[in-house]
Structure formats: C-alpha cells, structure tokens
C-alpha cells in the first residue's frame, strides 16, 4: 500500500543526514516514506514526479535559496497546495520568519530541530495526505463497484439499505427513550437538574418529617466563561470534569452532588449533625480549587464561589431552597470571590431593591436623569491634559447620585445597555462640540466612552457616526474604552467592528488591562491604539515589587506594539513617579481630579490656568 511522502531539502550533508535520520526512527516512521534533495533543483524534480505530503525546507542553500524555491513549488499547480515548513539555523528572526510565511509557509522551525516537535508537526500532514489517500482509494473502489454492480447486488443493496434504515430508526427511538429516562449530566456523570430536584423534594419531606436539618450549597465557578474561551471547549468540558471532581472529594459519601448546567454545581446535605457542617463542606470544596488546574499543558487557576440555605429556616420547598441558595451564591460572587455565603433575608430586600432599580432604570432616559461626570487623563511628563473620560451618573429620585457601578449590572439585565450606551455617544459628542464652541476651551480634547458587548451587536459604527454627523465633531473627538475580560467573549467579532470603527479614525483603548485572560496573538489582531493598566497593579506600587513587574512588562509590550499607555487609579506622588520612571505615557486618577461634571471640570481648567 503506498505511503505518505515527505521530502527533506538541505545542502548540507550532515544536516541532511541528521534529519532524514530522525524522521526515519520517529514513532511513526513506518507510516511515511522519506525523500531527500540536496538543493532547490532537486526539491523542483521530485515535486515533478512524487506528491508530498509535506517539505522540510532549508532556507541557507547556495544558487536557489528555500524562498526561491518555495515560491517556484508554490507556483506549479501541481503542488500549489503542498504544505511547506522551513528549518533555519540562520534565519530566526520575525522578519524571516515573516517573509517564510508569506511564501505560503506553513510554518517556520529553529534548527537544532527538537524531535518531539518536529514529529508533532508533520504528523498532521501525514495523517491528512493517509486521509486524502485513503479518500481516493474509496473512490476508485466505489467507482469500479459501480461499474460492476449486477442487477441482483443492487437488489441487495437495496435490501440492506432497508433494514439498516429500519434498525436505525429503532435504536433513534430506544435512544430517545432512554434520553427521557436519563437521571445523569452527560458530561460529568453527575446528577442533572430534573434528578437533583426529585432528590431534593424527598429529601425535604424526609427532613419534614424526621425534623432533621438539611443544607443546599449552589456552587459557581469565577470568571469560566473567559477561562473557557481561552481553553477552547474540550478544554472547558476537561476542566469541568475536574472540577466534578474535586466537588465529590470534599463532601460527604451521603451527600448528592448535581451539575445544573454550564458553571453551576449543587450539592445536597442531608441529616446536617450542625449549619456549620455545611459551611466546612463549603469551605472544603474552595480549598480543593486552590490547586492549579493543567488543561492542556497548561497552569489554570479558578476558585469557586458558594451559596448555602438551609431547611426550614430558608424555604421549606426546593423552589425556596434552590433560590436561596442562589441569592446567596450571587452575593458571593459579588462581595468577595472564592466564599461561602449563608444565605440572609436582607438578600431578599437586595433582590426586591434590585427589581425596583430595574423597573426606575427603564424610565431614567425618558425623565432625562443621565449626566456625564468627566475624568481627566493627563500627560506624565508635561501634566498637560491629553483627554477625558466619559464617566456615567444617574441622578436617582429616590437614592440620590449614583455611579454606573451601582446600577449597570441591572441595565444589562434588563436589556438597557444599548440605549444607554447610545445616549452616552450621544451626550459625549454633544458636550465635545460644546467645548469647541466655547472660546475653544479644549478644542481638540478626545472624551472617551466605555463600550459594552451588547452595542459592538447592536451597530455601534452606525450610531457612532449619527452622532458625530449630528454634533458637527470630528472622529478625533471620540475614543472607545472596552474591557479587556468583556472583549474576549467574543474576539472575531469584536474585532470585526472595532476595526471598521477605528478605520473611520477614532482611536480604541482596552480598559482594565490586565484582568482578563487575552493573549498577545489577540492583541496584535485588534485594532486597538491604547492599553489602560488596571487600577488593582496600580494601587501597591512602591509597595509590592510585583505589581512594578506587571506594570513594566505591560509597558514594554506596549511599546512592542506602538499602542500608548494610561494608569487607572493614580492617587499618589509616589505612584505617579513610578509610573513616569516606568515610562507609562499618561495616569488618571484622584491624585490629579475626581471625576466631575463638564463645567466644574471646564471651570477647574481655567482656573489652573489663570493661576
């Protein structure tokens, strides 16, 4: 049966040698056969006769060098597609590096080759030419099958073809059944939600009856949907298993543990010997997570956050008990990661006061109680105002003031994201244009917005350029703030949109940098001109070397990619002179201004100016 072919192109003997060697003792060397050239022009002859799964090209060879003849390759429609991977000792810079790929490389080795490596790579070449073999043998056979099929093999064809037909719909429909009867989560093998609720009503009535205490822990992983974009799905489901895992090794034999789905975990403690044995079974479960996960080779680091009612003081039905648990597992979630929240009735009264902030906030744009607060973002070496950010206020009728912190959360609950974001481009323009007006106050001052997920869906560019168009400012007027851990939902598209919007001449910048997960193949790929160092490294500077380290290395690979740098959460001269050494290019903070409204801010200016 024939093999995959690969051809290894080298001038040099020995290298050649050495590397037909290795792949002729690879763990898979039986299933490929190796061709060698000592230059181009015998790589160009035997891609005339043979067909090569792939070439490992030398790229120093006298004559012809391996650009030349990747090109040449390339350019013969026989082995246009042939995949190529060159092997240098000499050109390892980005710049060849660069120049390899665009000659359609398919990627670029240093030599010394690491044999694992090498073996890694081709074999998925290998695998694919065995597949596109094993594609046309099937072709040939189905044809010459075809061309020989007697009336009576059709006959029979047909016979089985009915009967396999027929077999199929009767395993589909015993799957089905057993699919309505299934108690399990596929994934985890744990409980699933329908099982874990008939568990839970017999336990309550056991407990009801018997007067026994009974704990529901709702458990949920922090910040997975951005650990779970980052890993890929198999590496989400792996790190769901092990978090499976890691949950039945903290509690009980007796207790019930149940996956309801995605991040979210129950475990059902029955014949509780005291509350606080459910809270230990909490606190056991966080510390399992403080271990590092390895997905993939890779180091993954996740805590839990853990909601516990308890029977009968927190419902005496599941509904009550499940959502209790809940409220209390969101508090959690919200007051500290990686706790064990009891629920309280006060989360009640929260939950009562969110649904009125909920039902207010669909009337706060009608009623005009929106106003942008404004923070300066200044120079560090000048102390020249460089821009400010857009930051927004609701004027509350009944809690007073009230910073988007307290309140967007249940805008994007209640769908509110988008309207408001726009009537803050909106307002941003307005007050632009208003600054240009006024005897040039800052006339050519950028106000940056912050921008959530929801408006890059909802035609962000369209709204942005109404409002510029509307307001008579220019795109230079505008920057967009997203964060860095809401970005990376969804990279492609953002990057889609943020592109089309920075092509028009507005400048973006990744706020909180420094919290989410984004590599820096993501970074290079947007279209972005700032990076705002998160305000969490800014805070201990001076006091923990660390954070030093972060900020330095972030600004070092902002200078890697031409993007300018801005310090969140500036509130010393000692953290402001760090941040200068360290060459970050702008700081905002309260140690120059708090945020504040336009005319205080434009007063501010000239006052400072005056004096």
């Not at 050109?91 to 670029?108: C, F, S, T």
């Not at 099982?195 to 992983?221: C, K, W």
């Not at 902002?558 to 060459?583: F, H, K, S, W």
Request: include cysteine; hydrophobic fraction near 40%.
């Amino acid at each position: 049966m024939l093999k995959p072919k690969v051809l290894l192109v080298n001038d040099h003997p020995a290298s050649l040698l050495a590397l037909q060697t290795l792949l002729v003792n690879g763990p898979d060397a039986g299933s490929y056969d190796v061709v060698t050239a000592d230059s181009g022009a015998a790589a160009l002859r035997e891609v005339l006769t043979h067909h090569f799964a792939v070439i490992l090209l030398d790229v120093s060879m006298p004559g012809m060098d391996g650009f030349e003849t990747a090109e040449t390759i390339h350019s013969h429609p026989r082995s246009a597609a042939t995949p190529i991977i060159f092997v240098t000792a000499h050109y390892a810079d980005e710049m060849n590096r660069l120049k390899g790929y665009q000659q359609g490389a398919a990627d670029y080795l240093i030599s010394p080759v690491i044999p694992q490596i090498l073996y890694s790579k081709i074999a998925v070449f290998i695998e694919l030419e065995k597949k596109n073999m094993q594609l046309q043998a099937q072709k040939e056979e189905l044809a010459a099958l075809n061309r020989n099929m007697q009336v009576q093999q059709m006959e029979d064809l047909k016979r089985i073809n009915a009967a396999l037909e027929i077999e199929i719909v009767e395993r589909r429909q015993a799957e089905e059944r057993a699919n309505a009867l299934a108690t399990k989560d596929p994934l985890t093998g744990l409980l699933n939600r329908r099982s874990l609720t008939e568990h839970l009503e017999h336990a309550v009535a056991r407990a009801s009856r018997n007067g026994e205490r009974l704990g529901l822990l709702f458990l949920d992983m922090d910040k997975f949907k951005s650990i779970n974009d980052t890993l890929g799905h198999d590496g989400g489901d792996e790190l769901l298993l092990q978090v499976a895992s890691r949950i039945t090794g903290s509690v009980r034999s007796a207790d019930v543990v149940a996956r309801l789905g995605g991040d979210e975990f129950v475990v059902l403690m029955e014949g509780l010997p005291s509350y606080n044995a459910a809270a230990e079974v909490g606190r056991k479960i966080i510390r399992a997570h403080e271990t590092p996960f390895s997905i993939a080779s890779q180091s993954i680091r996740t805590s839990v956050s853990v909601g516990i009612s308890l029977f009968p003081q927190d419902g005496t039905t599941v509904n009550e008990l499940m959502r209790s648990a809940d409220l209390a597992m969101y508090h959690a979630k919200k007051e500290r990661t990686g706790t064990v929240q009891f629920f309280r009735e006060e989360l009640n009264a929260r939950m009562v006061e969110r649904c009125q902030i909920e039902h207010e906030l669909q009337h706060a744009l009608e009623n005009n109680e929106f106003e942008l607060y404004y923070q300066p973002k200044v120079e560090a070496n000048t102390g020249r105002i460089a821009g400010v950010e857009a930051l927004l206020r609701w004027h509350h009728p009944r809690l007073g003031l009230l910073s988007g912190g307290q309140f967007m959360d249940a805008a994007t609950d209640t769908g509110q994201v988008v309207p408001i974001g726009e009537w803050v481009i909106g307002a941003a323009c307005a007050q632009a244009r208003r600054w240009q007006d006024r005897d040039g106050i800052f006339p050519n001052l950028p106000i940056a917005v912050n921008i959530a997920i929801p408006q890059i869906y909802a035609g962000l560019p369209d709204v942005i350029e109404r409002s510029l168009r509307q307001h008579q400012v220019p795109p230079s007027s505008l920057q967009l703030e997203i964060t860095e851990s809401l970005l990376i939902e969804d990279v492609e598209k953002a990057t889609s949109v943020l592109r089309e919007i920075s092509e028009s001449g507005i400048t973006i910048a990744i706020d909180d940098f420094g919290t989410g997960y984004s590599s820096l193949s993501v970074l290079k790929a947007l279209p972005i001109d700032i990076l705002k160092i998160d305000q969490s490294f800014v805070r201990d500077l001076g006091k923990d070397l660390g954070d030093n380290a972060i900020v330095e290395a972030i600004v070092n690979m902002a200078r890697a990619l031409a993007l300018r740098v801005v310090a969140e959460g500036v509130e010393t001269r000692e953290q402001l002179d760090i941040l200068r050494d360290l060459g970050c290019d702008e700081h905002q903070g309260y140690f120059y201004s708090k945020p504040m409204p336009a005319h205080l801010l434009a007063g501010q200016y000239l006052q400072a100016t005056h004096a």
